[in-house]
């Protein structure tokens, strides 16, 4: 009596197939962890770059490595740039780099970027705490 149908239902799931990719939340906190580290990589070869240490050469070291393993080996682009920077500034960017990676880091159990994070925020306030003229202005600003 009725005509069978012949196409697909527009009504039917898409429960079997995948138009697009989809990553799991490790992928996604992986991803996102490695983009807080190279951030905080960019910050620290800027700062190596304004006044070199061999504090600074260790933890760009350290945080290339981190990054590189998060990418699944990829290292991370590093800048080469040289030239006039506010110090303070740069101490106060890396610092909250350094706790976004934290908390990131803590989210996915990742103990060895957890520890780097921490290690970097205590150096960049270190670094804010002993620089007489950015005491002043923070004191300033409070």
Known sequence: MYEPIRTKSVHSTMAGTS??????????????????????????????????S?????????????????????????????GPTRTAALHRRAHALAGRALVVAASRADTAAAILAAERMDAHAAALATDTSVTGTLAATA
């Open 54 to 82: 061999t504090d600074l050469d260790a933890a760009a070291e350290r945080l290339a490595r981190q990054v590189a393993r998060l990418r699944g080996g990829r290292p991370p682009a590093r800048a080469t740039t040289t």
């Open 19 to 52: 138009d697009f990719p989809h990553r799991t939340r490790e992928e996604e906190l992986d991803i996102q962890l490695a983009s807080h580290l190279a951030a905080l990589l960019a910050v620290t070869d800027e700062l190596h770059a304004h006044a070199p």
